[in-house]
């Protein structure tokens, strides 16, 4: 029992720390009188908590309209020359043209043994019940050997504890905001659940202050999803900086054989400088999404999980970093997807290579055939880079399984059929959301804004009314040069089909997704519908793009 409340990045609680490290990180600036005034102001942006809100935005809301494709062919040329400018960050952290391990990072302890994350234990001793409290608040966690890093953590645990419930549970979770000076939420990413209840940032939980979130789980919502902040401007920080977990519905009856095992792989995304600290985003960050140094699976680099020659392994995969692109293989190891965002496929699907966009999730069956080591790596896929520093994304090693000589007991086949799915019927509303980027730069300022439909974010504005039981068809059109991982909230959809330079690729079979990405210069048709009224919000995933306008509101009304 107190097992489960241990701290699962061996944290304390730290309040003097806090200052300190970010009066070393402000020390360690470069003493250009200029450079110095600008990380000032930075800084104070970043304490000001509502006024800084409201400076962005309405910094943001003048971009609107500034959007011209000269502005941006310029911009992008003087990317190249950003070390010189005043503001332009670009040294804050070392080698991400040299990829992950490049001079100057700090090294992390690899090959420790996979940890299950600790499950949170629900209080109700009444059936059908899980109820449970998550605080959020700051904590000190060990990444490296004698480094502390301030963290922001469930239950002093990041990834946050794993929450499992099933299908038919009423569920009431306890939510305590103790991270100083900024609102949070959480929200149920993907999940069926209320509006009001979705830690949407309409909803917000102030600095100290405590609610309670509750909601029904229905039947057929089996599926791998995830928890995490959605506070106005603060999620992908609060993000970054440690708050994520999964959320597992289970079935009452599963079809996958329970002999697979059933394991949880978070991924995240962290980046460490020399002090331990976490750097804040750049100019490079905002603009691209924050990709850290190392790629964490349960909050561990590299960690060994051992199994027995023959044996089958279900695995869940989550995508839960701010914006790195998980293209993965198992080297030696035949792969079966068998469920995506929202739950089981209709039948196995074999897959030589996985694209996991940011907030995606795939379960997966993983057959391990031959003795010896089998790495889960990382193949590189080109999500578009604006500037310098695209990370080096290919052959990181996530996971080494280590398959033993001894042979597995009996293991039962991969069952040809999972579930139905029924397919959406006509829509009978269609919706079309086109995605641009805009950059401005003066000689005192640069910003950029990522917009839906030519507009910014703007939380009392409704972009999209629909009426909840009604199926939609929903275009998202990528007019911008970088990839986007298109979320909505409140509801699955499912993927029709794929368009880019006339070429129009169906989707092979029918699943259940609330995030999607959508490539450079694609369009991407997708069908829906919300059951349940209320506003929900639509953005892109790469959370410093969504923080920067890539966001919209749809009302769903009765
Ligand atoms: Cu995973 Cu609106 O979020
Ligand atoms: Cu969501
Ligand atoms: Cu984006």
């Known amino acids: 029992m107190s097992d489960h409340r241990r701290p699962f990045q061996r944290a304390r609680r730290w309040t ?59 911009t992008k040329m003087d990317m190249s020359n950003m070390d010189s400018m005043p503001g332009m960050d670009m040294s804050g952290h070392a080698g991400h043209d040299m990829g992950p391990m490049a001079k100057g990072a700090v090294a992390l302890p690899e ?69 100083e000076g900024e609102q949070s939420t959480i929200h149920w990413h993907g999940m069926p659940v209320p509006a009001d209840q979705d830690g949407n940032p309409m909803y917000p939980v102030a600095a100290g202050a405590d609610r309670v979130y509750v909601f029904d789980l229905p039947e057929g919502s089996a599926g791998s999803y995830w928890y995490h902040p959605h506070p106005h401007g603060k999620t992908a920080e609060q993000v970054y900086r440690g708050l994520a977990g999964a959320f597992v519905v289970k079935a009452k009856t599963d079809p996958v054989p329970a002999e697979y095992g059933d394991t949880v792989l978070v991924f995240t995304d962290l980046r460490l400088a020399a002090d331990g600290s976490m750097p804040e985003n750049t100019m490079t960050d905002l603009m691209n999404g924050r990709v850290g140094d190392h790629v964490l699976v349960n909050g561990q680099k590299n960690p060994k999980l051992s199994v027995a020659m ?81 990370p080096a994304d290919a052959g990181l090693t996530l996971l080494t399984v280590d398959v033993s000589d001894n042979l597995a007991g009996p293991v039962p086949p991969i069952p040809e059929r999972l579930r139905p799915i029924a397919q959406l019927g006509n829509p ?80 092979p079979y029918l699943a259940w997704k609330d995030t999607v990405n959508v490539a450079r210069g694609e369009t991407v048709r997708l069908l829906l519908r919300q059951e349940r009224p209320g506003q929900r919000m639509y953005h892109c995933h790469l959370l410093e793009h969504e923080q920067l306008g890539m966001m919209g509101v749809v009302d769903v009304r009765a």
């Open 16 to 74: 003097s720390q806090a200052p300190q490290a970010s009066a070393a990180r402000r020390r360690r600036r470069p003493a250009s009188p200029r450079l110095l005034n600008t990380a000032r102001t930075r800084d104070a942006e970043f304490d000001l908590g509502d006024n800084y809100m409201h400076r962005r935005e309405f910094l943001v809301a003048s971009l609107a309209t500034l959007a011209s494709s000269t502005a941006l062919a310029q």
């Open 111 to 179: 090959g420790e043994a996979l940890r299950n994350l600790p499950l949170l234990a629900s209080e109700a001793s009444t059936p059908g019940l899980f109820k449970a409290k998550l605080t959020a608040e700051p904590t000190v966690a060990r990444f490296a050997e004698e480094l502390d890093t301030p963290i922001l953590a469930y239950n002093g645990m990041s990834p946050g504890p794993l929450i499992e419930a099933y299908e038919g549970d009423r569920v009431e979770i306890a939510f305590a905001n103790r991270i």
């Open 310 to 390: 023959g044996a089958k392994r279900r695995f869940r995969l989550y995508n839960a970093t701010n914006a790195r692109y998980l293209k993965l293989a198992f080297d030696g190891a035949p792969m079966t997807i068998i469920g995506s965002d929202g739950g089981l496929l209709e039948a196995p699907v074999a897959a030589r290579e996985i694209l996991l966009s940011p907030a995606e999730r795939l379960e997966l069956v993983v057959s391990f055939e031959k003795s010896g080591p089998v790495t889960l790596y990382t193949l590189d896929y080109d999500r578009g880079w604006m500037g310098p520093g695209r």
């Open 428 to 507: 009978t509303a269609s919706r079309r959301l086109v995605l641009t980027e805009t950059m401005t730069m003066t000689a005192t300022d640069r910003q950029m804004g990522f917009l839906i439909n030519g507009k910014a974010f703007d939380m009392g504005r409704i972009d999209i009314v629909s009426k909840a039981g009604q199926t939609e068809l929903w275009e998202i059109v990528n007019q911008a040069d970088m990839d986007h991982p298109f979320h909505l909230h409140g509801t699955q959809f499912q993927v029709i089909e794929h368009e880019r330079g006339g070429k129009v690729t169906k989707s």
